[in-house]
């Protein structure tokens, strides 16, 4: 296409570009209508240990676009960052989770499921007010802290370290937690991270698809998984989806995961009735072993 133009012709703008341009911005005004039309949900799916107990749950927002059906995050999250709008979707879901986990927490959960994790965008966390709205937001629910872990990035550490380890240090004492989220993938430093009240490292989906087949792949994961013992984090890999992905991480010394093998994001009422189903098995089973 290039050539087809000449020398000299300086094209302003590639269709291609403008096209992608105009889409993000058609996305960029359809979130403005998808916070006031109630267009977003969150789904959820579940954690679980080699025991395979659900001891925990993400979060995941999906935006159901009245004409395109459901979007998922991977298509608006990045926009909704640059443009701003991040900080209302944000609020929105923290809203939203806590609100929902409450409503679970009254109708019964099971012992053994411990916690709901909150994806948490940089640009979100950064806001001045984030704390202070959150415990807030925490307090009207009635939740305890402990119930809730926040999914952070590392590359949010590294331009912003010393304030959001200030804000997580406030969390922390709240009794919240921390993951780091997509491991691996961004600029990691054990000299950054060992100063960072961290509870969990999730090992980035592109370390375990294919993990059983690939050495390559198998010493990355190997030197995640020492890492996260050297400081002492909890290690959830993410992105599961064959039996012998999860045999080659058990043998690394990884027991917890998130992944398709098990479950994919579930509706609320859908991801209940599972949750509250597999503890009612539980049971049984622990009966009759008495
Ligand atoms: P993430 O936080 O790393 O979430 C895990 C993603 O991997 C989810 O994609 C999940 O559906 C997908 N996944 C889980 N298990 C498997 C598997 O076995 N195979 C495959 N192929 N995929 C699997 P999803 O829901 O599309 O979300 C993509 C990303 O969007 C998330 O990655 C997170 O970074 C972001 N995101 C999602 N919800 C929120 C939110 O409420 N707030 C913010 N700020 N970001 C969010
Ligand atoms: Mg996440
Ligand atoms: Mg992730
Ligand atoms: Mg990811």
Same mark, same amino acid.
């Given at each position: 296409?290039?050539?087809?133009?000449?020398?000299?012709?300086?094209?302003?703008?590639?269709?291609?570009?403008?096209?992608?341009?105009?889409?993000?911005?058609?996305?960029?005004?359809?979130?403005?209508?998808?916070?006031?039309?109630?267009?977003?949900?969150?789904?959820?799916?579940?954690?679980?240990?080699?025991?395979?107990?659900?001891? #925990?749950? =993400?979060? &995941?927002?999906? *935006? /159901?676009?009245?004409?395109?059906?459901?979007?998922?995050?991977?298509?608006? !999250? $990045? @926009?909704?960052?640059?443009?701003?709008?991040?900080?209302?979707?944000?609020?929105?879901?923290?809203?939203? #989770?806590? =609100?929902? &986990?409450?409503? *679970? /927490?009254?109708?019964?959960?099971?012992?053994?499921?411990?916690?709901?994790? !909150? $994806? @948490?965008?940089?640009?979100?966390?950064?806001?001045?007010?984030?704390?202070?709205?959150?415990?807030?937001?925490?307090? =009207?629910?009635?939740?305890?802290?402990?119930?809730?872990?926040?999914?952070?990035?590392?590359?949010?550490?590294?331009? $912003?370290?010393?304030?959001?380890?200030?804000?997580?240090?406030?969390?922390?004492?709240?009794?919240?937690?921390?993951?780091?989220?997509?491991?691996?993938?961004?600029?990691?430093?054990?000299?950054?991270?060992?100063?960072?009240?961290?509870?969990?490292?999730?090992?980035?989906?592109?370390?375990?698809?294919?993990?059983?087949?690939?050495?390559?792949?198998?010493?990355?994961?190997?030197?995640?998984?020492?890492?996260?013992?050297?400081?002492?984090?909890?290690?959830?890999?993410?992105?599961?989806?064959?039996?012998?992905?999860?045999?080659?991480?058990?043998?690394?010394?990884?027991?917890?995961?998130?992944?398709?093998?098990?479950?994919?994001?579930?509706?609320?009422?859908?991801?209940?009735?599972?949750?509250?189903?597999?503890?009612?098995?539980?049971?049984?089973?622990?009966?009759?072993?008495?």
């Amino acid at each position: 296409r290039v050539k087809a133009l000449g020398r000299n012709d300086f094209q302003f703008f590639d269709p291609e570009m403008q096209s992608s341009a105009q889409e993000r911005l058609e996305i960029e005004k359809g979130l403005h209508q998808a916070l006031d039309n109630n267009e977003f949900e969150l789904w959820f799916q579940p954690q679980l240990c080699s025991d395979d107990t659900i001891f #925990a749950a =993400e979060a &995941l927002i999906r *935006w /159901k676009h009245p004409q395109k059906g459901i979007i998922l995050p991977g298509s608006f !999250i $990045n @926009i909704a960052e640059d443009s701003g709008q991040i900080v209302e979707i944000g609020n929105w879901v923290l809203k939203q #989770a806590l =609100e929902q &986990l409450a409503s *679970w /927490k009254q109708r019964g959960l099971p012992k053994t499921f411990k916690k709901l994790a !909150i $994806n @948490i965008s940089p640009v979100q966390f950064m806001q001045v007010n984030f704390v202070e709205d959150f415990l807030k937001l925490l307090n =009207e629910v009635k939740l305890p802290g402990q119930m809730i872990e926040l999914e952070i990035t590392e590359n949010m550490l590294l331009n $912003n370290f010393e304030i959001a380890s200030n804000k997580m240090k406030i969390l922390k004492r709240r009794g919240i937690s921390f993951a780091i989220d997509d491991f691996g993938t961004g600029y990691s430093s054990l000299k950054y991270l060992r100063h960072l009240p961290l509870d969990v490292l999730k090992i980035d989906r592109s370390f375990v698809t294919g993990l059983r087949s690939s050495s390559d792949q198998a010493a990355i994961v190997e030197v995640i998984i020492a890492t996260a013992d050297r400081l002492d984090l909890m290690i959830i890999a993410e992105g599961v989806e064959t039996l012998n992905e999860r045999s080659a991480l058990m043998e690394l010394g990884c027991h917890c995961f998130q992944g398709y093998l098990f479950s994919k994001p579930l509706p609320a009422e859908v991801f209940f009735s599972k949750l509250t189903a597999s503890s009612a098995v539980n049971l049984i089973s622990t009966e009759q072993e008495l």
